[in-house]
């Protein structure tokens, strides 16, 4: 038990939608980094917000974008869904930019038809 | 970022056996981490590596960060029901905010 939670579970989109995913962190962790995890592959990184704010992006366009927010809440935000964003998308939070700190949710499953 | 070649992909293992997998890559990095993701869940941290060398042990789990810092090992002994699951590699770059991971190692254990 991580202590940091995902909504929804499940979540079946129709491809050029919008879909927005939320994370709740632990309390008092300001750093939440985002991932997506294609069936069978390991998680690739997407970006980190750290108090707040975009602390770094991988190799994701801009139709992927987040928030943080004061109360320990983060949301990921496509864009324009594309059948390849079908994945498992996963948030981890942190106490700062150690990345070795980072704790996981337990992900939410977005298939895009 | 760099990719990372786990192997094997997949392993099917008697209850009781020893278990090894690892882990390479073309460059040289600062920090080796094992993960375990288990159906349903996200990936828990098992063993953070700092440098060249070291081996640490979390309960039946030890792993070592290469001599060359190219690679990286991941033993489990006298393997368990629950220790069924996909383990990842991971390197953290120096100062970086980011994890790589690579495409994991299926765990099956066989009762």
């Known amino acids: 038990e991580t202590g940091v939670t995902q909504s929804p579970t499940h979540l079946i989109k129709t491809r050029g939608q919008q879909v927005t995913l939320r994370c709740s962190s632990q309390?008092?962790?300001?750093?939440v980094s985002w991932y997506q995890q294609a069936l069978g592959q390991g998680p690739q990184f997407i970006f980190q917000?750290?108090?707040?704010?975009?602390?770094g992006r991988g190799n994701f366009p801009p139709r992927f974008s987040g928030l943080q927010f004061p109360n320990y809440s983060s949301e990921l935000n496509v864009n324009a869904l594309e059948l390849d964003d079908s994945a498992l998308y996963l948030c981890?939070?942190?106490?700062?930019?150690?990345?070795?700190?980072?704790?996981f949710g337990p992900g939410t499953r977005l298939t895009v038809t | 970022g760099q990719q990372l070649n786990q192997s094997p992909q997949s392993m099917f293992i008697q209850e009781g056996e020893d278990v090894s997998m690892n882990c390479t890559s073309s460059?040289?990095?600062?920090?080796w981490l094992w993960y375990k993701q288990d159906p349903g869940e996200g990936p828990v941290l098992l063993i953070a590596?700092?440098?060249?060398?070291e081996l640490t042990s979390n309960g039946r789990l030890t792993a070592q960060f290469g001599i060359t810092r190219k690679d990286s090992f991941l033993n489990i002994s006298a393997s368990i029901p629950s220790d069924v699951g996909i383990y990842f590699c991971?390197?953290?770059?120096?100062?970086?905010?980011?994890?790589?991971f690579g495409k994991g190692t299926k765990l099956s254990v066989i009762p």
């Open positions: 460059s040289i990095f600062n920090t």
């Open positions: 981890a939070s942190s106490t700062g930019t150690d990345s070795t700190e980072q704790y």
């Open positions: 917000y750290y108090r707040e704010e975009e602390n």
């Open positions: 309390s008092g962790h300001n750093t």
């Open positions: 991971a390197y953290s770059g120096a100062g970086s905010y980011q994890l790589t």
């Open positions: 590596l700092y440098k060249a060398g």
